[in-house]
């Protein structure tokens, strides 16, 4: 997998506003200082603008609002007969996934 994005396949720094990554919160939306501060405990990682990691990193089931667009959970998280597409992820606690743009 780590081959098909190319934010991590770069022999480079990310630099701020290259397209590479974004820090999301459980909303979509950029994380706030105040969010980076208290260490997030639910976050998305876009890279490339193509592939989601959705993290929850607490001890309850939440609902994580993905960025606008298809997202299709990809294997392991999905059969690739049987991908699951969704706008909101129901994320277990301490789960993770990953998710590409449709």
């Given amino acids: ?3 098909q994005i190319p934010a991590l396949t770069g022999n480079s720094w990310w630099e ?4 590479n990554v974004r820090w999301l919160n ?3 939306q950029p ?3 105040d969010e980076w501060q ?7 990682i876009l ?5 989601l990691i959705a993290i929850n990193a607490t001890l309850e089931v939440t609902d994580i ?5 298809e997202w299709r959970a990809v294997p392991p998280f999905a059969g690739e007969d049987n991908p699951v597409i969704t706008a909101v992820w129901q994320g277990p ?7 590409q743009r449709g």
């Avoid at 701020?16 to 397209?19: L, V, W």
């Avoid at 890279?47 to 592939?51: A, M």
């Avoid at 609002?65 to 667009?69: A, D, H, I, N, T």
């Avoid at 606690?93 to 998710?99: D, K, M, Q, S």
Wanted: charged share 20%; proline share 5%; hydrophobic share 40%.
């Fill in 1 to 3: 997998m780590r081959q």
């Fill in 16 to 19: 701020e506003g290259d397209g």
């Fill in 26 to 28: 459980k909303n979509a």
């Fill in 31 to 33: 994380l706030s200082a």
């Fill in 38 to 44: 208290n260490g997030p405990k639910l976050m998305q």
């Fill in 47 to 51: 890279l490339s603008d193509r592939f």
């Fill in 65 to 69: 609002v993905l960025p606008e667009g």
């Fill in 93 to 99: 606690a301490h789960g993770l996934c990953v998710f």
